[in-house]
């Protein structure tokens, strides 16, 4: 069965941090080109908001809202992404979720909450 599951999120107070892990179960993340997140704010439509390639190297979609705070890596041996996320801010809270290429929201996500 192949699946990626999110975990990470949660609660925290402005200025906080959060790491957001995307573990891949039934396919390894060395056979996927890009491994993407996402996030979803109440209200709002889906965003994509960074995506790491096979090679490790990164963009970030929202630049200027996350530049500085946001730092995306995956670990090959956990078949783990992660998203390190720094000073959160309110404006950050949503729904996050993690895909194998363009997917969009889909899934369960983790919830982030800034207040």
């Known amino acids: 069965h192949v699946q990626l599951v999110e975990s990470g999120g949660g609660s925290v107070q402005a200025g906080g941090s959060l790491r957001l892990s995307c573990t891949a179960f039934?396919?390894?993340?060395?056979?996927?080109?890009?491994i993407v997140w996402y996030r979803q704010a109440p209200g709002s439509k889906c965003v994509l908001l960074s995506v790491?390639?096979?090679?490790?190297?990164?963009?970030?979609a929202e630049a200027e809202s996350v530049k500085g705070r946001f730092t995306m890596s995956r670990d090959s041996a956990e078949n783990t992404v992660y998203l390190q996320m720094n000073n959160l801010k309110p404006e950050d809270t949503a729904v996050y979720y993690c895909?194998?290429?363009?997917?969009?929201?889909r899934g369960q996500g983790t919830q982030v909450t800034v207040s």
């Open positions: 039934g396919f390894n993340f060395d056979d996927v080109d890009d």
């Open positions: 790491i390639s096979s090679d490790g190297s990164t963009t970030y």
């Open positions: 895909a194998a290429g363009p997917m969009g929201c």
